[in-house]
């Protein structure tokens, strides 16, 4: 999502405008000034040694005068990790130091451990949304107990298991807080309640790994567990190799937890070679590819060609799966109303078709609605020593420039463990299909290849058949009123290790009479042909 | 104010290599604009205001490395990450429901949504001048219709008439653009 940040022109603008009044804008005593800089070290984790304002300016002049004499000042600072209770208590930023060197070992993991399956309670908010079989045993084969807790404005956070290896970084939370859960169970929503806990925090998007933002938020699952606390896990994909004999890692939840404004701040050292261990890499690197040719991209005839060659960034499995990251640059347009259109150049990772040298089939995925271009990669054979990437490409077979072609299946089919192919060297097998207590659920079990997983294949043609809950709507411009009908929430979660979708449509007020009335389904099928002139061939290596 | 000031690259710089002395300097140089805006979003608590200010500090210092690579303006974004920052802390506050009514800060609140940002953004580098000058300094910078008929040499009233016909353009063209994402969208996913 582009911000207001993007618009050079006006940005400059704006920071003339500043520059010009930083003299005369607003007022600030030296009090004000020295207590907003503590409270900004105190969040960084830093130890404010200087209290003024004026001796710290001084030192920065001192230090640029210095280096311009000797040249770059080459010079590491260590930020000081401290704990909460001895320096930050009594400010509002609470922060956990985990234990000294934390090893990936064999650990059970009580979000797994303690919760019942989906399948006998059909809740999400009572189970685990998926089975995570393949993923749940290589967390449990490679993770570390902390066990932190932090706590602020009654809501508590609780650390419990981390585990990273070269593709990802999972973390397991216990969140409790009476006065919060309920007031969230009392929200006046139509939505089911498992869907209220969604985005309450805490969220730890931004974590960070040696000081830098190299973890992509992905996966998360969540349920109450018997006390009514809820259990949260989070799963990250790496986008370079965590690197040194210590790994730091920093959590940090500067907005809310459960709705509740505050802090929860955690930091824990991996032992590196611990972290390591067992990982392979493929070597980076520029391929070239031909362009990509859009005939008629804007619905006027206008052609659009685009760079796509391949910038492997990163590519790298470990004990709990894999990841690959290319690189995928933004490409402003206008299109033939005069209105700004993007397109991207270079190759998307989910446009390869990924087959290992014993022939074993790799298929990628991340979770809906998550911006970044790495995925998560299924491993591939022990054995293995390379991987084949082809790319595919998109033939255009509409005549308004569209991509695809819409298909029907049935619920029958469906029921009975259908194939959907969405493209012709792949799709999913559905598995699963269940129609209860007015939710319509199933597995999307990758075959061949289909450009990762996504929620939104099935399309239920629901259209006159099923009870929708209205809602009056008031139009801010002119007063006037209308009546929006919502029929249903649509969400999925992914077990990364096998590339399975778990999809459910959670219907606000049909019947499970009404929706076994539902007989067809409607998806996207893509003409696509496999470049298989300009595949390439990377070797896998054991990471030193 | 310094006879010297540091240039951003010099902030940044500073920020990477001595993260205390940079959050010194960077308060220095920009708390007061900084200040300023943030307490114009939350007048009723000023606790919450210094807090969002240092949050700002912090944000400038975890972004150095990616600002000094991308030489993106350090005031201009620092007036918009100390002003949306404070949108979000209103929101909370007002979540909680201890905020008392603030028409003229609620209006913006409101105006500004995520959704709606980059729309805005886009919307304002459109605009000839000297709105497009208004705008800035109301929506970005929060200035009175009095500072900034000062600034700019204009009477308030002229000004207030600018920024109402202004707000009702913007709005307009809002509305229109997110209508047309939204039917992008649907397109583009299959969605009904």
Redesign the interface.
Known sequence: ???????P???????Q???K???T????SPD??D???Q???C??G?D???AS?QG??Q???N??SK?KQKGA?R?T?R?GLIAAALFCASA?TVYAVGPDLIQMISEKIGFFQDAPSQEDVNDPLSAPRGDYGETKQALEGFNAAVGQSVTDNGVTVTLDNISMDVSSMDIFLTISGEEAMQAIEEIDDYGPLWNRFFGTGPNFYWAKINGKEIAQADVEDWYLDEEGNLKLWRHYLLTEMPEGEEITVELNE???AL?K?GEWCFTVTLDGDSVRAGGKVGEPGTYFMPEAVYPNYDGFGSTLTLNKDLGLEYLAFGPKGGVIKTSVTEKKLTDANG??AYAYEGLDANMLYIVDNTGKELYSSRAAFISGEALNLTAPDPSATSLTLTPMRYRYANEDGST?K?RTITTDELKNGAKVPTRQYGGYTVENFTIHNGVISYDLVPYGWNCGSYS?IL?PQDDGKISMVAEEATNL?DGGTATLLHSALLSSTIDPQAGVTSVRHDYYAASDEELQSITEW?Y?YFDVEMDTEHAITVALEDVK | ??E???SQQ?IY??LE?????????L???????I??IV?RILPEYPEDA??V???V??AT?QQASLLSQSH?????????TARNRAI?RRR??S??QILPLNEEVDFLVETIS?DG??L???L??QMTQPD??IF??RY??LETAKEIGE?IGMRTHTVNVRLARGRKKL??EY?KQMG?ECRRYEKQ????
């Open positions: 999502m582009k911000n207001s940040t993007e618009y022109e006006l940005m400059w603008e704006l920071h405008l500043v520059q009044d930083l003299e804008g607003g007022s600030l004000q000034n207590r907003i800089c409270m900004a070290l969040k960084m830093a404010p040694k200087t304002v710290n300016i030192g920065a002049k230090m640029e280096r000042l010079r600072v930020v509002m500067t907005e809310c709705g404004a209105s700004d695809s819409t939104e399309r411009q409607k996207e | 104010m310094w010297e000031a540091f010099q710089r500073l290599k001595d993260p205390e002395r940079g959050i010194y300097v308060q220095s140089q920009y708390g007061k604009m200040f300023r307490s210094e807090e200010a240092a949050d500090l912090v210092w993106k303006p350090l005031g201009a974004w620092l007036t918009v979000d909370l506050l979540r909680k995520s940002e980059d805005i953004g886009a304002v580098a497009r000058e800035l300094r970005y910078r600034a709005k307009d509305l047309k996913h299959g969605v009904s």
